[in-house]
């Protein structure tokens, strides 16, 4: 029997399950590379984690005076980064303990990300963590990404889970502030440093301002066994 009660358990994918942020900036610097942008960097990049793959090319557009529509690089993005994913994504072994401890005592579990159907797809199968995580919502299949609650919401409504019974792990402000929104609790574990002061991360039931290395799959679990 679950320590748990009726608690549900939903992830970010890019940078909370997998370390998938260096695939993203390669694919993202080789697309930029090609209409002209060159010197786009892992700070640039920063600046975009979190953030959906369609609202981010926007962005690009904007900033960088783009000609492409958002259509054209969204489809140049994606096909990159679901080459690099499918070969070379890590899950984070912490991670996939905590995933394997609630899946050893049936907690209802999805994952809820701003990537495309397509990408979390690869990235599950790859790891293998589509044994456990088979509730998948893509913020493609939604009105708005985060920090709008609607991919989390739509997570807890395909689990037949009550959002407030739900907890949010996120490593980007955007889905804090989305999981704040949902009315979910959440496990912050910030991916770039920096930002561990960010007004979204107050809001986090448990703040880790060390991320992942902070983040251990017992700790997380006696923490939800003490916060109902």
Partial sequence: ?????????????????????????????????????????????????????????????????????????????????????????????????????LAAEDVPMAVASGSSPEAIEAVLAGTGLDAHLRTVVSADEVAHGKPAPDVFLEAARRLGADPAACVVLEDAAPGAAAAHAAGMRCIALPYVAAQADAPEFATAGLLLRGGQEEFTARAAYDWLCRTP
């Fill in 1 to 101: 029997m679950s320590n748990l009660g009726g608690t549900s358990v939903i992830f970010d994918l890019d940078g909370t399950l997998v370390d998938s942020e260096p695939n993203y900036y390669e694919a993202g610097r080789q697309t930029l590379a090609e209409h002209g942008v060159t010197d786009f960097s892992w700070t640039d990049h920063e600046r975009y984690v979190g953030i959906s793959t369609r609202e981010t090319v926007a962005d690009w557009i904007e900033r960088y005076g783009l000609r492409a529509s958002v259509e054209e690089l969204f489809t140049a993005k994606n096909r990159r980064y679901l080459e690099l994913a499918r070969s070379s994504t890590r899950a984070y072994p912490e991670m996939r303990k905590f995933v394997e401890l």
